[in-house]
């Protein structure tokens, strides 16, 4: 493998670990074995969590299709009857704030 330094290979470098493991005491390895442990779920934690609840939801827009050959007398009618949808609905929801004001005595 050439990425290891030339008087060295897999096998001199593992066998060099193992002799440096061996002369370790319990303890020390099981030190070590729960360093990795921990690192190693935190950094599955962090993966896991990168992926959860990244992107935004669909959004989903509705067109209405005029036909072509409408008159500004329709144009007119529509845009009223949704001028007024939207102030009944501004209505509504400042009833409900009054309501909730009224539940906090405020």
Partial sequence: MSWFPKPSSPRVAFADLRAFMRQRSR??????ALAILV???IIIE???DSTMNTAPPPQIIYVENYPANRTDADIEADQKKDQAEQQAAMLEKQKQFQKLENELGM
Avoid: M, N, Y
């Avoid at 303890?27 to 070590?32: A, C």
């Fill in 27 to 32: 303890d020390q390895l099981v030190g070590l």
């Fill in 39 to 41: 690192t190693l779920i």
């Fill in 46 to 48: 962090f993966l896991v």
